[in-house]
């Protein structure tokens, strides 16, 4: 037995005692404080008849309760096999990456890098419209945050890009 704490009496489920209730019974599967363990308490939530195929969903696995992760995760694996590969899957991110690739293509090989470099802002301002307009499934890895911290944030790193690209002065020829 634990010290209780002060001002508190035993039986009390707040008192600080380390014993268990009086209705706990200790069983073979019980902890050294003689508590039953979870398991013990209360059987696992299965699924049951009728649960197979509900609302267009897949069967739930064998054993994984309704709405658990494995349910999820089997679902969600289902809807990536229909998809594609992932480059069709992830369009907004594949016409992401080309833009990118291209505005690098222009800075670094040709060195062209005020053209450059506006590709990229007005690709960012672009991707910020579409964070707004597309529901989050449709940009995929794209919606990071809510929409409108990811639709905020693309758009000042398009017009900062944009910006600073026009400011810097046109050397003379």
Do not use: C
Request: charged content about 20%.
């Amino acid at each position: 037995m634990g010290v209780p704490r002060p001002g508190t009496t035993p039986g009390n489920p707040r008192s600080g005692y380390d014993e268990p209730p009086r209705d706990a019974v200790p069983t073979a599967l019980s902890s050294s404080r003689g508590w039953p363990e979870p398991s013990a308490r209360r059987p696992r939530a299965s699924s049951g008849p009728g649960r197979e195929g509900e609302a267009g969903r897949p069967a739930p696995a064998a054993g994984a309760r309704v709405g658990s992760r494995a349910q999820a995760k089997a679902r969600r694996a289902a809807e990536q096999r229909r998809g594609g590969p992932w480059f069709v899957r992830e369009l907004a991110l594949t016409v992401a990456l080309a833009g990118v690739a291209v505005g690098m293509i222009l800075v670094v090989a040709q060195n062209r890098w005020r053209v450059g470099l506006f590709g990229i802002g007005t690709l960012l301002l672009v991707l910020a419209a579409a964070r707004l307009v597309l529901p989050a499934r449709r940009l995929g890895m794209l919606a990071v945050r809510g929409r409108l911290f990811d639709a905020v944030l693309l758009t000042a790193f398009g017009a900062a890009v944009i910006g600073l690209t026009l400011t810097v002065p046109i050397p003379p020829s």
